[in-house]
């Protein structure tokens, strides 16, 4: 497994579900920022390039009080197996997994869960393709 420089594993909100599992030769490269507040999970073989942002919890806004008397809701994150997040992607909260072999294009915004073998790109993520 290989974390390159300037990358961050932070629990900003932390709690007992706050987790992180890093599976073998799992490449996590410059300048990610990964929040385990949720928990996250990453299977073997998973590369992660640079610049990604990953969140597991998320301000749920629904009332005119102040943003920080308001919920944060957790939801915990699993990243299957040789999955590959591009350069710059986002992983917002409330997604719960990245399939097995599914790509995430550079610079694509992943608002839910991700198919096994699924190609997405855009913002939002949305299917293009899968590996055959």
Do not use: M
Request: proline share 2%; charged share 25%; aromatic share 8%.
């Amino acid at each position: 497994t290989y974390i390159s420089y300037n990358t961050l594993f932070v629990a900003p909100h932390s709690r007992a579900k706050a987790s992180l599992k890093l599976g073998s030769d799992v490449a996590v490269e410059h300048s990610c920022f990964i929040d385990y507040s949720g928990g996250v999970v990453i299977e073997d073989h998973v590369w992660i390039s640079e610049g990604v942002f990953i969140g597991t919890h998320g301000h749920r806004i629904r009332t005119k009080r102040l943003k920080k008397e308001q919920e944060i809701g957790f939801t915990p994150l699993v990243i299957g197996e040789d999955a590959w997040l591009g350069a710059g992607s986002i992983v917002l909260d409330r997604v719960e997994r990245i399939g097995r072999g599914a790509v995430v294009g550079a610079g694509s915004v992943v608002t839910k869960n991700v198919e096994d073998w699924a190609i997405v790109v855009g913002n939002p993520a949305r299917v293009i393709g899968y590996r055959e």
